[in-house]
């Protein structure tokens, strides 16, 4: 629940420079951020992408 409504915050917090066109998996950015240590946001979001470009997050 509450990893539910922290993506939601993320997301929103991102809406302005990317549109995000599907919903990332739950999980996914925040478990890597979380494993890595990663807050910045912007920084959260490459560690993202590049976890996504090396087939370790799903997207549905």
Known sequence: MM???ALER????????R????PVTRSG?????????VTDTH???RAW???MAEGRVLIR
Do not use: E, N, P
Request: glycine fraction near 10%; aromatic fraction near 10%.
């Open 3 to 5: 990893i539910g409504m």
């Open 49 to 51: 992408r590049q976890a």
């Open 10 to 17: 993320f997301r929103a917090s991102r809406a302005g420079a």
């Open 29 to 37: 950015a925040f478990l890597i951020a979380r494993v890595m240590g």
């Open 19 to 22: 549109t995000v066109h599907r």
């Open 43 to 45: 920084t959260r979001w």
